[in-house]
């Protein structure tokens, strides 16, 4: 079974701070990519990654970078983390090709004071 | 922009139920459609994946069917039991894209 593992289920930093969410996948899978799911509003894409140090934005990067330096991590970065971002991140990852099944891991739920 | 629109937003069915769950999209050009289910303040689940080229996909008792001519997916549950309560997201990936384009979901809950 495809497991895509998050760094923290729950992360609460300051307005400013820089933030770092981790993704790992173990099934080596060639996309990656990072979503915020805030109720009212649905999962909205942020990044995604179709092969190592490459990255694309989707629908909402403003205020996210992202890397990848291993094909098997992807990190989400909040330069200067803000109340606005208080979310549910959600990592996916897939196999190549634009058609592929997503697998999803297990969410953090970060919270911008 | 494109859309995906799921209808109840909630839904409320005793245990042992046969249920239907829609999902409608405005994109006459997607190549897949995949079904979620997912836990409160957890991640998604996949459920189900349809191609394009396929008319329906099962899983035990989940049932997903496409109509791409109407912009229509459904999926079935046969024999709903508590443990199915959750809530279930439809998205489609377009012609050409890795994005997934996501419904809000139905927020299932099965009465026991």
Redesign the interface.
């Known amino acids: 079974d495809v497991k895509v593992t998050q760094s923290s289920r729950y992360l609460v930093k300051r307005t400013g701070e820089k933030v770092f969410l981790e993704c790992v996948q173990d099934m080596d899978h060639e996309n990656m990519f990072w979503y915020r799911q805030d109720p009212g509003l649905g999962l909205r894409l942020i990044y995604f990654s179709y092969d190592v140090k490459m990255k694309e934005k989707g629908d909402i990067p403003e205020g996210y970078s992202v890397s990848r330096e291993k094909k098997e991590r992807f990190s989400l970065i909040l330069e200067s983390a803000s109340t606005n971002q208080t979310s549910m991140y959600l990592c996916a990852s897939s196999r190549s090709g634009s058609y592929n099944e997503q697998f999803f891991g297990p969410g953090t739920r970060l919270t911008v004071l | 922009k494109q859309e995906v629109t799921q209808i109840p937003a909630a839904l409320s069915v005793p245990e042992g139920e046969n249920l239907v769950l829609n999902c409608s999209f405005t994109d006459s050009a997607i190549?897949?459609l995949?079904w979620?289910r997912q836990d409160p303040?957890?991640?998604?689940?996949?459920l189900l994946?349809i191609?394009s080229s396929q008319r329906e996909q099962t899983s035990g008792r989940l049932n997903a069917s496409l109509d791409k001519s109407s912009g229509r997916s459904t999926l079935y549950i046969a024999a709903s039991q508590p443990g199915d309560s959750a809530t279930y997201?439809c998205?489609y990936?377009g012609a050409?894209?890795?994005?997934?384009t996501?419904?809000?979901?139905t927020k299932l809950s099965v009465i026991p």
């Not at chain 2, 303040?41 to 996949?46: D, F, R």
């Not at chain 2, 050409?96 to 997934?100: A, R």
């Not at chain 2, 996501?102 to 979901?105: L, Q, R, S, V």
């Open positions: 190549y897949n995949q979620f303040g957890k991640g998604l689940t996949s994946l191609q997201l998205a990936a050409g894209s890795y994005q997934l996501f419904g809000k979901g």
